[in-house]
């Protein structure tokens, strides 16, 4: 293994604390790469009043709202919005 790879693997090694909101409330993630599935199963455990088939839709100031797939892997940034919507709500 190269000076490289050890950088690279310790990083990847090194546990993660990214704080963000789904529905306003805080939610705290421990990886950096997520499905919407992923994300919001870690919402729901911290007890945010969403469901499993809810969408999630990711909103970053500046840019436009983006629907994230249950099957979509997304990075994940501290102190990103998330909301999370009935699928047949239009709103």
């Known amino acids: 293994m190269t000076a490289t ?17 789904v529905n306003e409330l805080p939610v705290v993630l421990h990886e950096r790469h997520m499905t919407g599935a992923e994300i ?16 999630l839709i990711l909103r970053r100031p500046g840019h436009a709202s983006k629907v994230i797939g249950d099957n979509e892997r997304v990075t994940i940034v501290e102190g990103e ?6 699928a047949d709500d239009n709103s």
């Open 40 to 55: 919001k199963a870690a919402a729901i455990a911290q007890h945010v009043p969403i469901q499993q088939g809810f969408q």
């Open 5 to 21: 790879e050890s950088v690279i693997t310790a990083q990847a090694d090194k546990p993660v604390t990214l704080r963000v909101t």
């Open 81 to 86: 919005t998330f909301r999370a919507i009935p």
